[in-house]
């Protein structure tokens, strides 16, 4: 029967295997991953039973992370390691192997750290927040301008929609030294790791994401929406950068994540804008927006789920149900005109896709 593998990095081959027992120390920890990687900060740590550090700088080539090791101790080490992946998403892990007879380790509490997919508890819970929060800024902004250039009115509208897009904007901004948050304490915090995280393609990612904020706030004063609609569009698909990957379609996976994002922002920016001035031409507008968010939608979860038990044997199968239920509720909502339920519906389901964002997808 074919295994499930995730799409965050996973540790699948260690040398020394986890829990082996050695007559002598090797000359190095070498570390096989399920997809390319990179050391984040030191990358490899090992402890000696002292509780000294004795591994050396940390390598990568591919998705092979190598770092040598001299230690003339015996007894039980502790191996811990953190990487990012390809799609910029961070793991770590820890585990141990001894030199003659075990004994103890005073960094045997990295053994026993909760986990959430590949991030600790705390660094799952930031980053899922701070993709929630940045997904309801890219709706309250460029949902609220999509709406006004379908009302065509003049982009700056009505105090209310001008206070739409002004807190849009600073959830946009604020969405990203969260996420910065949540990388580190899924890795850990300190000097070596933040250059390393800022330094990759998240930070890059990071970068441009807040450059797109400002941009955003900067052409705000013009009355045209066209070009805060063109920024919104590069937004989408730096969320699509970071997103999960479909294993041999990367870019068409990246691809679909945009268009998903940029459907249910527009959906759910739409409405909250047509609750402060309705539109009769706003049914068709979010009709469409829900046909291009459910398809994209669909053909994600095909690639990432692939086999039907999934959804119920893993997170991300479990939370992608709750979101389609929710989604079903809102559409429901829409139906019956029940325009404020169905904002506040949209919500918690923008919320679920920040959970899913932050979980690994079985593949």
């Not at 295994?3 to 190095?28: D, W």
């Not at 940390?58 to 191996?79: D, H, I, K, N």
């Not at 041999?248 to 920016?269: E, K, R």
């Amino acid at each position: 029967m074919p295994q499930i593998a995730f799409a965050h990095a996973q540790l699948i081959q260690s040398s020394p295997p986890p829990n082996a027992i050695m007559a002598a120390l090797p000359p190095g920890v070498e570390l096989l991953f399920s997809e390319p990687v990179s050391p984040a900060g030191a990358g490899i740590k090992v402890f000696s039973p002292s509780g000294r550090q004795i591994a050396g700088p940390a390598t990568s080539r591919g998705a092979l992370l190598y770092a040598p090791m001299s230690s003339a101790e015996t007894g039980t080490f502790v191996v811990s390691w953190q990487v990012l992946a390809a799609d910029t998403h961070p793991s770590r892990g820890a585990f141990p192997f001894s030199v003659g007879r075990p004994s103890a380790n005073p960094y045997s509490s990295l053994l026993t750290g909760g986990e959430i997919g590949t991030a600790s508890p705390l660094g799952f819970a930031l980053q899922a927040l701070a993709r929630w929060v940045h997904f309801i800024g890219f709706a309250l902004v460029f949902g609220v301008v999509g709406y006004s250039a379908l009302t065509r009115e003049k982009q700056r509208g009505t105090r209310t929609v001008r206070r739409l897009v002004g807190a849009g904007i600073v959830l946009l901004i604020v969405a990203e030294p969260l996420a910065l948050l949540g990388q580190l304490a899924s890795l850990s915090f300190d000097t070596d790791t933040a250059i390393a995280v800022l330094a990759s393609g998240f930070g890059r990612l990071l970068g441009l994401r807040l450059a797109g904020a400002l941009l955003v706030w900067a052409l705000w004063s013009v009355e045209s929406p066209w070009p805060v609609l063109g920024v919104g569009v590069g937004v989408a698909l730096l969320d699509g950068a970071s997103a999960h990957a479909i294993p041999g379609l990367p870019v068409a996976g990246q691809l679909l994540v945009s268009i998903h994002v940029a459907a249910m922002g527009l959906w759910l920016g739409g409405l909250a804008a047509f609750l402060t001035k309705p539109d009769r031409r706003f049914g068709r507008y979010a009709a469409l927006c829900f046909a291009a968010a459910a398809i994209s939608g669909l053909l994600l979860a095909v690639a990432h789920i692939g086999v039907l038990q999934v959804l119920t044997t893993s997170a991300y199968g479990q939370v992608l149900m709750i979101k389609v239920l929710v989604i079903g509720a809102a559409l429901s909502m829409a139906l019956i005109r029940r325009r404020r339920l169905e904002l506040g519906v949209l919500v918690t389901v923008v919320l679920a896709a920040a959970v899913l964002a932050a979980l690994p997808p079985p593949r």
